[in-house]
């Protein structure tokens, strides 16, 4: 995390060139330390006042064989001296630690872009494990980009000779030599980083000042080799300036961090304390971890031997009086499908965080999609309603929380939140909110029954029941699946208490649509000739995408949802208005047929299942053949 007081002026630095924004992507084996080196390298542009996104991409294998294609591990950042939406389109910079990353990264890069390779790392047996005949860094095929390769691995080994490492612990301190060369080619302050080692390895100063003399020495050589000198390759060292933004307090989060520092907020929001039931699965145990930081909060966490269990502990939970939280990936909400209907049977508030990944089955466990749409609104069996929430990017998460929270509590109904595995692990700046701006909104307990005897099952004017909590004198009351009586919640079957109950159920959950903000447009005006319809993390892309063909005269709109289900209440006029829709997301169509069903309107679907978010061009293209 870094963590900065950010105003607008920015110092500048003239005898590097400025570009607008600048996307590296550093790739090697997963055991590498891309992520890490990333990480920090996102730590220093942070503290440089850029704006940035990232996009962290790694194997699904704990330890994938070294040098195999399938085994790389890859980190993409974009930052810029502007607002920025992406990860970007195709990297300027590609540094690849061995073959394989070459080879599979090698092919996103701009035409003209920069290649810098690890030498060291092209042997016979490592090209034959990314199946190349011949060293692409010798045989010409890279000659649309430029080129520069040097012996990291041995320029490492050089530099931290004096510590009395061995060769493999060496070896290990080449993502830091990675790093000082990076540093240099972009004009960024080492100290941040020194210190993170220091402090990482306080318990170990050798590899403390080891890590460090190979920053330093990475950093040195960029200086000492003039890698941009006339005639080895054109100057790759440049400075970004520092993005205009409004004062005040920034850090960077992910979408994993931000889901559990909204859930606190939303909890302290509507004055109750939070029980967590978790179970481990990629991307989604994240959030787990970070609420479990959490305890002066009123936050309880608890790992759960399975899906079921997990779920089945935050329903406990929130019957004792506290809000309940889960989280998982798809297939393990799959597994908590029948204690969701529990939840909705009993109207208990309960929120639960789906944090998507590539499927059916295990799928993708590493990779990034939007396909639990239909399981979110549609998935359970039964007429089961429910509210579902997608936030946008890692920022919005931290309001898609509180507001899930909200509902959850002031309804009495199960949540579901939508995330998915890039917004879970890719971060952003993030202005740290003033939590007095946010209006509270308090749960009120049953505590006496009211007149006429208590009912357990009578509404309110949101047609929320009342929450209760166990050993309330007076208050005792039937829990569990069965269907519930009208107002008393005694065991029914009766049909028309059935057709009763399912229908306020229903009303129920509709009519939140009241009670959150119309939909808007985010760029571009209500009607015209076309809107671009998203929701979730392709929010960056349509954006970017929509800018640049307005700015060519194209008459196009962006309109991105955040309320799956119930939508807002004016969003059927609003799409209306428009002669043509297309929706682009991670999936073969799925809010587009939802759009199709609740509006009857023609809209048209443009999908991507490849794993890897939407590049902009890929959008506009879309744009140009619908206005065409």
């Given amino acids: 995390m870094a963590t900065a007081a950010r105003s607008p002026e920015a110092d500048g630095h003239p005898e590097i060139p400025h570009p607008e924004a600048v996307v590296v992507r550093f790739a090697g084996d997963s055991g590498d330390g891309m992520q890490l080196t990333g990480g920090q390298f996102t730590l220093s542009a942070a503290l440089a006042g850029n704006d940035f996104a990232t996009f962290p991409d790694f194997p699904a294998e704990i330890r994938a064989p070294q040098g195999t294609l399938f085994g790389v591990s890859a980190f993409q950042i974009n930052f810029g001296a502007s607002e920025v939406d992406t990860a970007g389109d195709a990297p300027d910079v ?35 494990k990314a199946h190349y005949d011949a060293s692409p860094l010798e045989d010409g095929s890279l000659g649309k980009w430029q080129l520069v390769q040097f012996d990291i691995s041995a320029l490492t080994v050089e530099a931290v000779k004096p510590f009395g490492l061995g060769n493999k612990d060496a070896l290990r301190c080449k993502n830091m030599w990675t790093l000082g060369l990076a540093l240099w080619m972009f004009d960024r302050d080492r100290a941040p980083i020194i210190q993170w080692l220091k402090d990482k390895f306080a318990k170990n100063p050798v590899l403390a000042d080891a890590n460090i003399a190979a920053l330093n020495a990475g950093h040195a050589y960029g200086e000492t080799v003039e890698i941009g000198q006339p005639g080895v390759v054109a100057s790759p060292r440049r400075h970004v300036d520092a993005a205009p933004v409004e004062p005040g307090l920034y850090r960077t989060i992910n979408g994993a ?23 481990p699965i990629t991307p989604a145990s994240s959030i787990l971890h970070a609420l479990a930081r959490f305890k002066e909060f009123g936050v309880t966490t608890f ?26 990936s798809g297939p393990g909400i799959a597994l908590k499908t029948e204690a969701i209907g529990l939840a909705v049977m009993t109207e208990l508030p309960l929120v639960i965080i789906n944090s998507q990944r590539g499927g ?40 898609c929380a509180i507001e899930a929270v909200r509902i959850a509590t002031q309804f009495m109904t199960p949540v579901i939140l939508l995330t998915d595995g890039y917004i879970a692990n890719a ?23 009211q007149e006429g005897g208590f009912k357990p099952y009578g509404r309110d004017d949101k047609l929320a029941r009342p929450w209760v909590k166990p050993g ?16 008393t919640g005694h065991l029914n079957y009766s049909p028309a208490n059935h057709q009763a109950m399912t229908d306020l159920r229903k009303a129920k959950v509709d009519g939140i649509a009241a009670h959150i903000p ?86 048209k679907p443009l999908n991507k299942v490849s794993g890897q978010p939407f590049r902009i061009a890929e959008i506009e293209a879309a744009i140009e053949g619908a206005l065409g």
Avoid at 437 to 446: G, I
Wanted: net charge negative.
């Fill in 472 to 487: 309330t004198p007076g208050l005792m009351h039937r829990i569990g699946g069965i269907e519930k009586e009208v107002d």
């Fill in 360 to 399: 059916p089955s295990t799928g993708l466990p590493t990779k990034t999609e939007q396909s639990d749409l239909y399981q979110a609104v549609y998935g359970r069996n039964g007429d089961t309603p429910l509210p579902v929430i997608a936030a946008r990017s890692p920022g919005d998460v931290f309001d």
């Fill in 518 to 603: 119309d939909q808007d447009v985010c760029i571009g005006q209500q009607g015209g000739k076309l809107a671009v319809v998203g929701w979730g993390s392709t929010f960056g892309p349509i954006h970017q995408a929509v800018r640049r063909m307005r700015a060519k005269g194209h008459d196009v709109s962006h309109i991105h949802v955040r309320h799956i289900w119930p939508m807002p209440s004016n969003m059927g006029e609003l799409l209306k208005s428009y002669d043509k829709v297309i929706v682009p997301e991670m999936n073969t169509g799925q809010f587009k047929t939802v759009l199709r069903d609740q509006f009857l309107i023609d809209a």
């Fill in 257 to 279: 961090d931000a889901a559990a520092m909204g859930l606190v907020a939303g909890c302290q929001l509507a004055g109750v304390k939070m029980f967590f039931g978790g179970y």
């Fill in 303 to 328: 790992q759960a031997e399975d899906e079921i269990a997990a779920i089945a502990s935050a329903i406990g939970g929130s019957y004792a009086g506290q809000l309940g939280v889960t989280s998982s």
């Fill in 427 to 449: 971060a952003e700046p993030w202005k740290v909110p003033d939590m007095a701006s946010y209006t509270p909104f308090p749960v009120t307990f049953r505590t006496e029954a």
């Fill in 94 to 128: 590609l540094i690849a630690m061995n073959p394989a990353a070459l080879k599979t990264n090698v092919i996103d890069l701009k035409p003209g872009g920069l290649i810098i390779a690890d030498a060291g790392e092209f042997t016979a047996r490592n090209l034959a």
